[in-house]
């Protein structure tokens, strides 16, 4: 789903050109290391239930779609999972990489 009219995507965040250009001016230094995250969840479907309910993004993106998209949005979701799942047990375990920012002030 596109952010709305005049709102910049926040995943921009992520990309060390817009802090510079959002916080330059008034930091002293701008720091951005990788890192990375393992999500866990009991099963795909649970990670899909959580997120549908309490992650914003999907909540919506699900609300925007009649039945149909909605299921064939699950499933590519079910598809991604079990391709980057390193779990075995039927548990999820994917791993994320994010960006830890560390602003200093002026």
């Not at 817009?18 to 866990?40: G, H, T």
């Not at 899909?48 to 992650?55: A, E, I, K, M």
Request: aromatic share 10%; net charge neutral.
């Amino acid at each position: 789903m596109p952010p709305p009219a005049g709102v910049k995507s926040p995943a921009l965040w992520g990309t060390r050109g817009r802090l510079v250009e959002m916080f330059s001016l008034a930091a002293i230094s701008i720091e951005a290391e990788p890192r990375n995250f393992n999500f866990r969840y009991r099963s795909a479907d649970h990670f899909l239930d959580v997120f549908r309910t309490y992650y914003g993004p999907m909540l919506k993106a699900f609300a925007a779609l009649d039945e149909a998209k909605q299921s064939d949005l699950k499933d590519d979701l079910h598809a991604l999972i079990a391709r980057m799942n390193k779990a075995g047990d039927g548990t999820m375990v994917v791993p994320s990489e994010y960006l830890e920012v560390v602003i200093t002030k002026r």
